[in-house]
């Protein structure tokens, strides 16, 4: 029940956040929480792959970089005016460039996941983030969207009832596609396949003699994980309004194990926390040192040890306390 | 309905299994027998397809399993009860029975949530709960009716009562006496020759990877001495 008041009283925050920041003079905080919403996307959705099923994917930037780039180049080509490989029109309509990206993303995800499954442990960390590094790599040198310069895009999506370039109406984007994919996730975690899911990470071998495949869930999960990050690389290059290869940096993918691992990996709500606390501390930190990252660290090198768990479990000692 | 004759097996370079065979027909309950070390629970593993079988022959109802996976074999109908329980610790005792259910075999009266739960109360009563705040039997129920929702032709217990309370290992034996009358196929790799002597029709004796004796239970009773001097007991 006090678990619920919470929930509701956060979610009620969340939705009031652009009132309160006007009226609070600091309308540029509305910015940080958009940023906060889609690292949490990104973040809950790599979670579903290292937290639920036990992939420890180091290669998620991938997914938020392709994400990011199908923004920008099909911008790119509608502004020059030319179909993409002479066959798709490029596009600056919000639903198409937002469905292509999580489709491009779940096309990645697929042949990476079907490849990167066949090993575990060590090995799949480093394979994921090999592909990682290819595809950082082939848009480092495709000079045409930019290469080490980015790609910028001047124009925000367009949907008709929609106004991006006002940050608060980008924010409620950002805000309801976050609960909706964390809705879906709730759903997919808690039915049987999130069932199996967790079963083969707990023990595979157990699962295995029950007469069950691992694999085909594991890569329908990784599928999944990859299409809700590459929806956040999409909101991101609608946020910033620039895509660059930044985004497929293998520290991105980093970034995102470090909110799903200080959330609390196999918690819905765990990397959303986690999110919020590692945006909100670079931001906080850096307007008070240029050296931000040396306080940062043993931060989180102390949350590691002192609340296994992540924050949620600190929440939930807390709320039993 | 299982039949092994002749199996080899090993882990790198060390074999366990030299030459074990054991035989098992449909809806009798047969016995692995002997001390730790053995070869009782490589046997169940070649079975399973986990420790591929070097040489020999496995049949089940008819068919031959070399070469399939683990996961092939188990759904042809084979339900394991492993040594040391290993439920998913993070699932309730409801998500544990009905993550893997299956009814491959079509059964007409197939198990079901409260068909387990009316053969263990105690698992209704903590449906809910995740599978590691039960206790050790508990725990050895779960894993017995997870098995059971697979509609296994055969299950197989690898030391099921290890580790138990004696009123709780009544009770599991008591269980396996039920299932049995109901036609249930039961390998059981055990040591408590008693118990297993009232319930088993075949027994099968490892010494050193190798099947030294088999019998029915009758014969079991007749060379009671040769056979304690095995499994030392």
Redesign the interface.
Known sequence: MRERLVALAALLAALALPWIAEAAGSPASIGLATRMAIYALAAASLNLALGFGGMVSFGHAAFYGIGGYAVGILYAHWSWQEPLLGLIPGSVSLAATLLAAMAAGGVAAAAIGALSLRTGGVSFIMITLAFAQMVFFLFVSLKAYGGDDGLSIRRRGELPGLDLRDPAQLYWLCLGLLLAWLLLLRRVTRA?FG??L??AR??E?????????PYPYRLVAFILSGMGTALAGALMANATRFVSTDMLHWTKSGELMVMVILGGA?TLMGPVLGAVALVGLEYGLAGLTEHWQFILGPLLVLVVIFARGGLMAALRRLRLA | MLEVRGLTAGYGASTALFDVSLALGEGEVATLLGRNGMGKTTTIRAI?G?TPPRGGEIRFRGESLAGL???AI??RGI??V?EGR?V????SVR??L???A?N?AGHAQPWTLERVYGLFPRLGERAGQSARTLSGGEQQMLAIG??LM?NPHLLILDEATEGLAPVIRAEIWATLAALKARGQSILVVDKNLAALGRLADRHHVLEKGRTVWSGSGAAMIAEAERIRGWIGL
């Open positions: 049987r069932q199996v967790s079963a707990q023990n071998r157990r699962v295995v003699a029950l007469g069950i495949s196999g | 399973l986990l996976p683990p996961e188990a759904r339900g394991l492993p290993q998913f610790p993070t699932l998500e544990n009905v993550a893997t299956a491959r997870r098995a697979t």
